[in-house]
């Protein structure tokens, strides 16, 4: 990914804050004090909150008409459908509900569409199917807020419908349900906007039950893997419903999950947000993707375990399949971009795709270009496309402006997908085009960096560990993103069949390995020697029963030590400590400055180039820099303008000095104290 520039927060990990006082570690001080958590009692709350979190399910619109029915319902022993949609979030919520209702005694029939033959959410078809299944409710989960012709349908044939969605919608065409579950909708009371499709579901059982806590214990491990898998903020009562769900997934009793877990050689590991991102939901999601998505459903459902491992067996051979169509598509649309670098949104269609896998190119496209892509799968005279946002682009509102050339949108302002007839192609990206340019971002996004590390000591095993407290990771709650200036580049070697890459660095003394997924060493810009930046995440690497701290690198550049050096070297300014303070001088640091100058005839250069052209051999220039000023402070050197460190010469004849008595140097190591 490209980025515009690095923004660096500059937060110490000062001993004396009350977090430090408290007991935590400098490094998860640091990370809790950059989120706004400054007190003991926030940093408890944050970390380790815990019922008091969820939120009143009936404070949602409808919820009391929805509870009503479905009581009703229970009560009337009536056959009831779960109609749900084909990714993660809307599998697990058809099976929570399947389940729940199943427990109840209800003859229940779960129904998710062919992503191929029916495409995304509610259509007439199914809903006449079920209804010739003697089904006289419909609970929609994760789908529906847009299914206003369908809701009509349904009332016609004589089914009721209740919809539960967690997506955009447009108040002037809400369907006419029984009841509308959706905490986006204007009129929602509902204080957490951002639940996933299966945590609407479980709060409607947590309705429908009266209380939240045995629903919770019960179902909060389908509830995590769906809300993980969706990507919403991972705060408050989410956070909360996640991190009790991986609990759960740690001694799992679900015999679909276990077997998942163990196929996909996630068995014997912690299980974390990671687990499920890069594990469960890319092999739950192959099902949907390649419309078999039914072998999902009965894996999370089964009680019997020889069918958990035969199901689960399947899944990891869809998704080795569908890894290969993502490769085909992927290089069939580079080779449409035939090298080109556009300046307005991509949008690429063909007929030879499937429609299951282009969301993936659509994002890898995105990434790589840095705008906007929309892949559209053409079939007849029709076409289904995949769309994804690049630096905040609001694809909904796009899409909400050129929907005259649609024939239906639906989706979220990052990710969102479309149908279109052949015929409106053409309109359509002249209307994409044209409303990108009148609403294009600033610039490409900023990588902001939580905490810059100027003690490589902080990066120790403890620290790295405490940091686990901030599990679960994902959005609204991402991991800790860091970085080092100035480190050493000391080694580059291919792993992964020279898909990735494994880096050596050294900073301060200490050295780091580092982990680049999914970079070569053509894509990394810098050589072995050179000085670079490192964007990074800490993390723990157990490899051989040997545990050590390993930096999984989220970018790299050169570094440029001029902005800060001129900034040190310009008499007059205060020294910038926050960022001078990485550089702290040693006594051998000061004396090859010293033997430095003297070799260059007792002066400082007359400019900033010249003066980093004296800077020793694997000495950093801002290092070098402060020397310089702390040997000017101390009256060994002598500035010949008093404005100006330029051209400062040595003194003849000086006095020794105790480099200690330096207020410069005196300053910087204070801020470590």
Known sequence: MNYSKWKITKIGCSSGSELRRAGYTPLLAAMLDVRGINTAAEAEKFLHGGAET??????????????????????????????????????????????????????????????????????TGAIKLLKDKGVSLIISVDCGITAAKEAEFAKEIGVDLIITDHHECREQTIPDAVAVIDPKQEQCRYPNKDLAGVGVALKLVCAVEGRSDTVIKEYADLAAIGTVADVVPLTGENRYIVRTGLAMLENTKRPGIAALLHESGAEDRRISSSTIGFSLAPRLNAAGRLGCVSIAGK????????????????????????????????????????????????????????????????????????????MICLDGDKGKGSCRSYAGFNLFDALSACSEHLEGFGGHALAAGLNIRRENLKKFCEAFDSYYRENKPEELPTLNCDIEITDPSTLDMDGVRSLEQLEPYG????????????????????????????????????????????????????????????????????????????????????????????MMLEAGKKLPESEAVAFIPD?????????????????????????????????????????????????????LRPDSVFGARIVSGCAKVNLEDSTIIKSLKARFK
């Open 54 to 123: 969820l939120c009143d399910p009936m404070l949602m619109k409808d919820m009391d008409k929805a509870v009503e029915r479905i009581r009703t319902a229970l009560s009337a022993h009536e056959t009831v459908a779960v109609y749900g949609d084909y990714d993660v979030d809307g599998i697990t919520s058809t099976c929570l509900l399947t389940d729940w209702l199943r427990s109840r005694g209800v003859d229940c029939h779960p129904y998710i569409p062919d992503r191929i033959e029916e495409g995304y959410g509610l259509n």
């Open 475 to 566: 959005s609204g709650n991402p991991k800790p993103l860091m970085c080092i200036q100035s480190a050493k580049l000391d080694r580059v070697t291919p792993i992964g069949g020279g898909r990735h890459l494994r880096l050596s660095v050294s900073f301060g003394g200490v050295g780091f390995e580092c982990v680049f997924f999914s970079h070569t060493e053509s894509d990394l810009g810098v050589n072995v020697g050179d000085r670079i930046d490192l964007a990074f995440t800490p993390q723990i690497n157990e490899f051989r029963f040997r545990s050590s701290v390993q930096l999984q690198v989220t970018a790299v550049r050169r570094h440029d030590p001029r902005p800060l050096c001129r």
């Open 587 to 639: 006594r051998e640091a000061f004396v090859r400055v010293w033997r430095s100058l003297k070799a260059a005839g007792g002066a400082v250069a007359a400019d900033l180039d010249g003066i980093l052209r004296q800077c020793p051999r694997n000495l950093e220039p801002e290092r070098f820099c402060i020397c310089v000023l702390a040997l000017c402070e101390l009256g060994l050197l002598h500035k």
């Open 299 to 374: 894996l999370l459902m089964t009680e019997d375990k020889a069918e958990a491992a035969r199901l689960a067996n399947e899944l990891c051979e869809l998704n080795r399949r569908r890894q290969a169509l993502e490769t085909d598509i992927w290089d069939d649309a580079s080779k449409m971009m035939s090298g080109t670098a556009p300046e307005t949104p991509i949008v690429l269609a063909s007929e030879n795709w499937h429609q299951g896998v282009i969301g993936i190119a659509a994002s890898k496209l995105a990434e790589q270009y840095s705008l906007p892509t929309v």
